[in-house]
């Protein structure tokens, strides 16, 4: 990731090691990390499918995102919306999200981090519980149902009684998420 593209004109550029640091000391407050595969409570492959012996796919790995996972106060799984990605169960778990979905899981297993806030997709926001646990339909973004989000999620996905329409952001939020990406990289042409 500090390969030149990611860096020319970048607000803060500096070593991994201090990512790591800042992750240790908990002062990340959100962290963001996508991956091949994400199951109901918030789990994160990003190592391979299939067979451990035998797979199908192999992926490559954790790259900081099991130390986001681990150590930050909370953190955002991004992805394609497809149901081979939204699964029941993740072939193997690279980054832990909320365990099995009981209550205090990670706490249990001395994940020092909150853990998964919300898994935002390209047709849907899921959130979970502060306490951990399931994910949840929260908001759909616009052009798209319910009936669309829950078809492409491999579970049996609840929805949230306050689900609704995902908002778009403030035209505030928009100018300042443009400001970080002057020429339209990953926020697109300007209207």
């Given at each position: 990731?500090?390969?030149?593209?990611?860096?020319?004109?970048?607000?803060?550029?500096?070593?991994?090691?201090?990512?790591?640091?800042?992750?240790?000391?908990?002062?990340?407050?959100?962290?963001?990390?996508?991956?091949?595969?994400?199951?109901?409570?918030?789990?994160?492959?990003?190592?391979?499918?299939?067979?451990?012996?035998?797979?199908q796919?192999?992926?490559?790995?954790?790259?900081?995102?099991?130390?986001?996972?681990?150590?930050?106060?909370?953190?955002?799984?991004?992805?394609?919306?497809?149901?081979?990605?939204?699964?029941?169960?993740?072939?193997?778990?690279?980054?832990?999200g909320?365990?099995?979905?009981?209550?205090?899981w990670?706490?249990?297993?001395?994940?020092?981090?909150?853990?998964?806030?919300?898994?935002?997709t390209?047709?849907?926001?899921?959130?979970?519980?502060?306490?951990?646990?399931?994910?949840?339909?929260?908001?759909?973004?616009?052009?798209?149902?319910?009936?669309?989000?829950?078809?492409?999620?491999?579970?049996?996905?609840?929805?949230s009684?306050?689900?609704?329409?995902?908002?778009?952001?403030?035209?505030?939020?928009?100018?300042?998420?443009?400001?970080?990406?002057?020429?339209?990289?990953w926020?697109?042409?300007?209207?």
């Open positions: 990731m500090g390969d030149p593209p990611n860096v020319v004109r970048a607000l803060w550029s500096t070593r991994m090691s201090n990512v790591m640091s800042l992750l240790a000391q908990g002062l990340a407050d959100l962290g963001f990390i996508g991956g091949a595969e994400v199951d109901r409570c918030g789990n994160l492959n990003t190592s391979y499918i299939g067979d451990r012996a035998q797979p796919v192999k992926l490559p790995g954790s790259g900081g995102g099991a130390d986001i996972a681990i150590l930050s106060r909370r953190w955002v799984t991004l992805m394609s919306h497809e149901r081979r990605r939204l699964v029941e169960r993740v072939s193997y778990v690279t980054s832990p909320h365990g099995d979905g009981t209550p205090g990670r706490r249990r297993h001395g994940l020092l981090g909150g853990g998964p806030a919300a898994i935002v390209t047709l849907a926001v899921m959130r979970f519980p502060p306490e951990g646990g399931e994910a949840m339909l929260a908001s759909v973004h616009p052009g798209h149902t319910v009936e669309e989000v829950k078809a492409e999620t491999a579970w049996d996905l609840r929805v009684e306050t689900c609704g329409e995902t908002e778009p952001p403030s035209a505030l939020e928009l100018e300042q998420i443009r400001r970080l990406d002057p020429e339209g990289f926020t697109g042409a300007r209207e």
